[in-house]
């Protein structure tokens, strides 16, 4: 490694690929969201198997992914202002590390309680490592076309990760011992760690300021009491308001708190437009829309057209590695054509779309209609959705801010997720004496008045700017 990291950056200059470096950096981050996505899938499918194995019940086991996403969720943010405090890589390996090693003990875990200590040091190790991740694309790819191309493959790796699990999941816990669901993930993680200490060039640090501890905690606090309100909304009903009052009180009092410090933990620098903020709030209703939109359509597939949950997951799988596809070949593309904020809004019409063919199939109880739904959602829609709210999210960010930009966008993605299921849940539960397809029917529609809400929201800061 003769060239620094200054070089590379010149050579890229002179030309639009990458450089070897910025490829293996490229390939690395990437293994952040691969590993986060492939983990979610695979465990899903895994938990029936697992609860029999445990001799407990399916709901005690919805804790093994409940515990992961209260953990990745609460600590997004925190990881991201670490990433600006310690630098990017350092977060990163920290992250990688403490999700390996997470997974090997959940590998030899054959008690509940330990298993759910694993999930939830791999859902902090995970926090830590998606924004490290999305942090080095910021500060070691010039702002423009060439860091859309590489949040471009950043995203496709996300659906690779969730096709993967979708594929392997049901098949490794049916056929061999459910814990190779995360033993898989200890070997290549090893790699990565190995690759990262030799070729992620060592950051000059610019200091932003003391680190808040209480700031941090207080946060860290504040996003776990939200995302457990927002998890268990469905099992708690109204008593879960009093849980995400206290929340909101916790977090408005923290917003106070800090902004009367010399140094605030929310700096005022972060973003210098409206855009960015809307864009923001589009990948909240992203994220909401889209799980729940997977959500919806695979429990239609079984409870109208009687599919089983193995069937399900493999006609899933072509459409997920479309998406990747997507994100290589028509990304870039698109890109070179659009403004980035216009790619932005494509995809959210393709979702409003594909969210509307689902409503038809519900109500004709046919495949004909659910398959462009899952073309124009699993396989166009996230493949070039996510890349343009990240890249929305990291435009015009100063270089030592970029790590909590970065937290903040996959924070507000993840809380998007666990809102949707959640009001998913409830309408599913709002008519209880009517069908299936009925409550399917209720469950959809407010999917669809969401997504024309982000487009009416990009569309207004792209006419500003």
Known sequence: MKNTLADDLRQADDRPSFTSRQRIILWLACSAIFFE?????????????????????????????????????????????????????SIFMTGMFLFGAASAIALFSHQLPLLLAARSAQGIGASLAMPGGISLLGRHFREGSQRQSAIGIFGSFAAVGFAGGLALGGMIASFFDWHWIFGLNVPVIALVLVAARLYIP???????????????????????????????????????LPCLLAALLSGYGLYRYDQRQQQPFFARDIYSSSLAYRSLAASLIMGATFLSFIFLSTLSLYELLGWNIRSTGLLLFPFSIGSALVSKFLLPRLFQRLQVVEVGMLSLLWLLTGILLMIVGIKAQH?????????????????????????????????????????????????????????????????????????????ALPLAALCGLALILLDGGRRKE
């Open 37 to 89: 996505a492939f983990d979610v899938s695979i465990v899903n499918l895994a938990l029936p198997v697992i609860a029999a194995d445990l001799r407990i019940s399916l709901a005690a086991t919805q804790w093994v992914q409940t515990l992961y996403i209260l953990s990745f969720g609460g600590f997004l943010i925190l990881g991201g202002r670490l990433c600006d405090h310690f630098g990017s890589r």
């Open 202 to 240: 060592k950051e000059p640090l610019q200091p932003t300021g003391p680190f808040n501890l209480l700031t941090a905690c207080w946060l860290t606090a504040t996003l776990l009491l939200f995302c457990y309100g927002i998890h268990e909304m469905t099992r708690l009903g109204w008593w879960d």
């Open 367 to 443: 495949l004909l209609f659910f398959l462009p739904a899952f073309l124009l959602v699993n396989s166009l829609s996230i493949a070039i959705g996510y890349p343009s709210f990240t890249i929305l999210s990291l435009t015009g960010v100063p270089p030592a801010r970029q790590g909590i930009a970065a937290g903040l966008q996959s924070a507000i993605y993840s809380v998007g997720t666990g809102i949707g299921l959640s009001l998913t849940g409830l309408c599913l539960q709002l008519f209880p004496g009517r069908t299936m397809g009925f409550r399917l029917l209720v469950a």
